[in-house]
Nanobody, 125 residues
Framework: QVQLVESGGGLVQAGGSLRLSCVAS????????MAWFRHAPGKEREFVAA????????RYADSVKGRFTISRDNAKNTVYLQMNSLKPEDTAVYYC??????????????????WGQGTQVTVSS
């Protein structure tokens, strides 16, 4: 059974940084585009960033562009999200997701086939 396990969340002050990791198992990781989504209280789950299976292309939500960086290490079956200049509005549960039909970097959560359990990120003002 495919597993995606996120880690690296926590409590940080505004302006600080966090690095999230997501380790995948029971799938051929290098065949999948990967993405990060987040779900804040009272809001819909939203797209944050995605990365092509080759690692050569990325896509970001406008709200995180220039502050967040998605990357991957196919040898370690891991995708990362480096989050800098964090704001209170970045507070959410962050999920990684895998797309097994990687024709383009998708932003709709329905396009993703596998999901992790999430990791909480809280940014204090």
């Amino acid at each position: 059974q495919v597993q995606l396990v996120e880690s690296g969340g926590g409590l940080v002050q505004a302006g600080g940084s966090l690095r999230l990791s997501c380790v995948a198992s029971k799938l051929t990781f290098s065949n999948y585009n990967m993405a990060w989504f987040r779900h804040a209280p009272g809001k819909e789950r939203e797209f944050v960033a995605a990365i092509r299976w080759t690692g050569t292309n990325t896509r970001y939500a406008d709200s995180v562009k220039g502050r967040f960086t998605i990357s991957r290490d196919n040898a370690k079956n891991t995708v990362y999200l480096q989050m800098n200049s964090l704001k209170p509005e970045d507070t959410a549960v962050y999920y990684c997701a895998a797309d097994r039909f990687p024709a383009g970097l998708k932003t709709a959560q329905a396009e993703y086939d596998y999901w992790g359990q999430g990791t909480q990120v809280t940014v204090s003002s």
